[in-house]
């Protein structure tokens, strides 16, 4: 079963406040968003998820604890938007939890492992139509050779881009696996293993999630009241540069007023950083969970 990543952590650097609005914008199966209900009375929590099983499984997970949460079915791009529609406007705090659920890997179907044949998939969100199967067989070489440069930063992108457009079409996870090696010097794909980061690269493609990661910070900034804490999991180095930088940018007065003998108030910061540096999986947590070992958490306030 799926076990969230940094739980104890991002319970901690929440300051959960028992009549506080949480929103845990990556549901998921649960873990985490069990754990924020569990420290409310009187509060609320708003979970977002694109996933429909986990959205039924976590409804019922939840239930047993109390009802005091809303379950919404979309992208947290639009976090501000549907939380709009819910009459929320302001918050106490937000996660972000941007690993893959342990469940969505390990079904074959879905076709996000590169270790299981399977037709090529990797939507998140299964009712959207643009898959794994459109980026590999309807994108140019040059188009594919920048998605796995931009998101897998491979160095053999262009060797596998045109290999993969010699061979289409391809149907099937393993398939694309067999073209990738013979794309590479054999010693390179033996000991880099480049199908899984480009596997990762066509992921992040079909899923749009840096773009909507990059869009989303300064909606849920915004959206934080004073003392609210914003808590954010990445797993890999494009996410987090994402994370670190928007965070930065918002933590510092504006370069266009710096120096000025008076700051006005919309060039001040508008958060804090609670950590300059991440916070890691203790030992522990990477032994037992070898997924968390990549995980790195940043916190922010708004001041």
Known sequence: MHKSVLLEECIENLNIKPDG????CTLGYGGHSEKILSCLTTGHLYAFDQDMEAINYSKERLSKINDHFTLVHS?????KEKLSELG???VDGILFDLGFSS?????AERGFSFMKDAKLDMRMNKEQTFSAYNVVNEYSENDLAMVFFKYAEEKYSRS??????????????????????????????????PERVIFQAIRIEVNKELDYLEAVLPQAIEMLKVGGRICVITFHSLEDRIVKQT????SEVSPLVKGLPVIPDEFKPKIKLINKKPILPTSKEMEENSRSKSAKLRVIERV
Not at 174 to 185: C, G, M, R
Request: hydrophobic share 40%; aromatic share 10%; no cysteine.
């Open 21 to 24: 609005i949480y929103v845990d």
């Open 160 to 193: 596998i881009a045109k290999n993969i457009v010699k061979s289409r079409p391809i149907n099937s996870t393993l398939e694309l696996v067999d073209i990738i090696k013979k794309s590479v010097p054999v010693k390179y794909a033996l000991s880099r293993h």
């Open 75 to 79: 992208n947290f791009v639009y976090l």
């Open 247 to 250: 965070f930065k940018l918002n």
């Open 88 to 90: 929320v406007e302001h």
């Open 103 to 107: 469940p969505q890997i390990d079904d």
